[in-house]
């Protein structure tokens, strides 16, 4: 394919090109393509080969119940920019089959999973199709609408039990069990054996068994409980003397099914618990969440609400970097000492978030068609003397300790390679991905807010290791100092909502994925309403759960002391990741 | 592979080292436990290291800083409390765990509702700090503390009632000085408004 055949800003109509296998979808505020299940391998291929589509970056699923129809939603970039081309694939609830494109995508490989957990779609020819986030012996799937939780109220909050007879009482005096727990019918915990867990480890001794020394492989478990995982997260490793043959990360420690609470919730009740999805970078999480709302609601925020969001997700995209250069030392072993250093920084910025939003870490600053209040007095010149003093001598000094130092240069250089082809397929994202060579930065790719408006560049690394990580994060956040200074120059005075802040907002029926380049990689937030106060479907496309699918191609091969440092790289938190 | 990177490293470990010290003997005894000495920790041009001796020394929180909330009352002349809550509702209805549940007054004469909360429960261990229920209270009855130490031994007692949740206008106002006059001012204005309103339409209705 010659290259003047790819225009970036376009999405072509998929449905004339594949005519009789791709339809439109004309559902009243929906977009995209519905693709036949038994075309969907044929289609998406020759979307990847022929079109330029390579990078998958959510798949998930929607249970319509009225109309007795599971649905898979596909959102399909080009790595190289531009717009998403959705398509979705429809099949009956109760026998939801669907192929898999694991085989065409390997970033399919955790959101088929978590699609089967948690909505029971069945993805053929998907080779590990595990529960994920849930545990094994879980009853049922959660995110089907017929399910219901122990403690059940309700479909939908507000619950009519609190006003205005309100009844209040400890919820555990509600369940036989008094406690938040179900077991599936017939389950008795004395006897059960977890299979999905034995054949975990049956297929790890698998590999390098029969080699010609006829050595056996040691199976690890690294975590849950561990100070390197960076939080309750487990991973499998077979090793061949020192080196990682095989490698599976276990997650669903944390899961607490935010899709579903935030199912139950309005739509603005869900701003606080995005908070709580990547508690490094409340901020962010808002952003996307207001994004995807307001692109349903058609509703911009003013022009100086644009700015201060921009002025708190560049803040907050500086303080998760850093942080996780205090985190690279640790992980390499220097115990907590210039971790210190980089809490230190954070600090000052958390100063700034608790004066405009109350809370330091749980911001639940922005809201639909704006921010929740406007900047108390001093709080800009505050930022100010940061961004054109502080931080960028702190960038400086931090530069200055790692780069060069010998230590960091020789565990992090070669370490955790991963090529752009495979963080591209593996659905890597943020400066995982550009680290890689790719340079993909949603800002630029795609840009929401006022993003073109500014000047900064996208960072790019080529050697995909954990050093052109480190590097890429510190040269971002250098730029998001750029940024903040031209942010702060021309914040233009005025209103900072649209409209009157109203805590039950009208959402037009259909569907909408906003997303932003959150510090960790691209944040997702795919929301279907149906007109009422509560969204029917609420996805969350978290980057540091996708990252993770590259973690065994970064440690495969490599020694076991690296893959802490690979897993500290990748940049996650397992509020993201577990959900 | 000469080591220079590393001893820089180490130099700047140990320059942080030294200038917490330089600090202490450049500030003196100001430097700790005093409101000025904090402050002065939290400047953008702080060196050295900057932690505050908790729980001796503690951070002022800002304005806007939120925990839980409490229900605002005026005093009256006797010392009776009137809460400025209408019961109507929204905060529960708008609080994202759906820790709040109210009971409304009904008069027992008529059995229609009268705007005044009978019971209002808040189960803190639920409350996510989210501030959402002062911030959509159309009565300002209902506002978020600065109170952060709040632990318990046991879960008893942790669903707070009417009484344990009411606080007089004079401490919201000490707490959020800079919110408070200007919802007062909202409020004159308001009235002023209101009033200016009605002068004309009684002179038209006598003419
Ligand atoms: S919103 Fe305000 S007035 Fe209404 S019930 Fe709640 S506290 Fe009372
Ligand atoms: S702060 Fe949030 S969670 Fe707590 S009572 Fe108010 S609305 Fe509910």
Not at chain 1, 150 to 177: A, Q
Not at chain 1, 322 to 333: A, H, I, P, Q
Not at chain 1, 563 to 574: H, K, S, T
């Amino acid at each position: 394919m010659s290259e003047e055949q790819v225009t970036v800003a376009q999405i072509p109509d998929i449905s004339l090109q594949f005519e009789g296998r791709v339809v439109k979808d004309t559902r009243a505020g929906y977009s995209g393509f519905i693709v036949g299940a038994e075309h969907l391998l044929d289609v998406v291929q020759t979307l990847r080969d022929e079109l330029g589509f390579d990078y998958l970056s959510s798949v998930t699923g929607v249970d319509y119940l009225p109309e007795g129809k599971m649905e898979v939603v596909y959102h399909l970039y080009r790595s190289i920019g531009g717009p998403a081309l959705v398509f979705k694939v429809q099949v009956p609830r109760d026998e939801a089959v669907v192929p898999s494109l694991y085989h065409i995508f390997k970033s399919a490989d955790w959101q088929e999973r978590e699609a089967w957990d948690l909505m029971g779609i069945r993805f053929v020819g998907h080779p590990d199709l595990r529960r994920i986030l849930t545990w094994e012996g879980f009853a049922g799937h959660p995110l089907r609408k017929d399910w219901k939780e122990p403690y059940f109220e309700e479909e939908t909050k507000p619950y009519k039990s609190r006003w205005p007879e309100g009844i209040t009482g400890y919820i555990e005096d509600n369940n036989p069990y008094h406690d938040n727990l179900q077991y599936p019918a017939g389950f008795d915990p004395e006897t059960w054996i977890p299979q999905a867990e034995e054949a975990l480890y049956a297929s790890a001794q698998k590999i390098g068994r029969d080699k010609e020394l006829h050595t056996d492989t040691v199976v690890v478990n690294l975590g849950p409980q561990h100070p390197s995982t960076h939080g309750v997260f487990r991973m499998v490793a077979a090793l061949d003397g020192e080196q990682v043959v095989f490698l599976k990360p276990v997650v669903g420690y944390l899961h607490r099914n935010h899709e579903k609470i935030g199912e139950r919730n309005t739509y603005l009740q869900n701003m606080p618990f995005t908070d709580r999805l990547d508690y490094v970078s409340s901020m962010s999480n808002n952003f996307g969440y207001a994004l995807a709302v307001e692109k349903l609601m058609g509703i911009k925020p003013p022009e100086r609400a644009d700015y201060i969001r921009v002025m708190m997700a560049e803040l907050t995209r500086w303080m998760n970097h850093v942080f996780s250069f205090g985190f690279l030392w640790n992980d390499l072993g220097s115990y907590f000492t210039p971790m210190i250093y980089a809490l230190e920084e954070r600090e000052l910025i958390l100063d700034i978030f608790e004066a405009v939003s109350g809370s330091r870490m749980m911001c639940n600053y922005f809201r639909f068609g704006g921010v929740a209040r406007d900047l108390p007095e001093g709080v800009l010149n505050k930022v100010k003397e940061l961004v054109f003093e502080r931080m960028p001598r702190q960038l400086d000094a931090i530069d200055k300790m790692l780069s060069t130092n010998e230590i960091v240069r020789n565990r992090c250089i070669g370490c955790g390679v991963l090529t752009a082809e495979q963080a591209i397929n593996n659905g890597a994202s943020g400066p995982n991905l550009r680290a890689s060579g790719v340079p993909y930065d949603i800002r630029r790719a795609d840009p929401y807010s006022i993003y073109d408006r500014l000047d900064f560049d996208v960072v790019v690394h080529y050697h995909g290791d954990v050093y052109d990580r480190y590097l890429t994060r510190l040269d971002e956040a250098r730029q998001s100092n750029r940024i903040l200074q031209q942010v702060v120059r021309d914040i233009p005075e005025g209103p900072i909502m649209t409209g009157k802040p109203a805590y039950q907002v009208r959402v037009p029926a259909g569907e909408a994925y906003g997303r932003v380049e959150a510090p960790k990689g691209e944040l997702g937030f795919y929301i279907v309403s149906t007109g009422k106060p509560n969204p029917w479907r609420y996805h969350v496309r978290a980057p540091s759960f996708i990252n993770l699918t590259s973690l065994e191609d970064m440690c495969r091969g490599g020694k076991i002391a690296d893959v802490v440092l690979n897993l500290g790289a990748i940049d996650i938190v397992l509020g993201e990741v577990d959900r | 592979m000469t080591g220079k990177g590393f001893l820089s490293m180490l130099l700047g470990v140990f320059k942080r080292f030294v200038m917490t010290y330089v600090e202490d003997f450049r500030k003196g005894k100001k430097r700790y436990y005093t409101a000025e000495g904090i402050e002065s920790r939290r400047k953008a041009d702080v060196q050295g290291i900057f932690t505050i001796q908790y729980p001796e020394e503690k951070l002022p929180v800002p304005e806007e800083f939120r925990f839980l909330p409490f229900l605002v009352y005026e005093e009256g002349p006797n010392g009776e409390k009137d809460l400025r809550c209408t019961s109507c509702g929204i905060c529960a209805k708008v609080c994202p765990p759906q820790c709040i549940s109210i009971v409304r007054t009904n008069d027992p004469v008529t059995g229609k509702p009268v705007p005044q909360p009978k019971e209002f429960y808040i189960d803190v261990d639920i409350c996510m700090n989210c501030g959402l229920c002062a911030e959509y209270c159309p009565f300002d009855a209902i506002k978020m503390d600065h109170d952060y130490e709040l632990a318990s031994y046991t879960r008893q007692g942790n669903i707070y009632d009417i009484e344990r949740l009411s606080k007089p206008v004079s401490y919201y106002a000490g707490i959020r000085p800079t919110n408070y006059s200007a919802e007062e001012h909202a409020r004159q204005e308001k009235e002023a408004l209101k009033a200016a309103a009605k002068k004309p339409a009684a002179t038209e209705g006598a003419g």
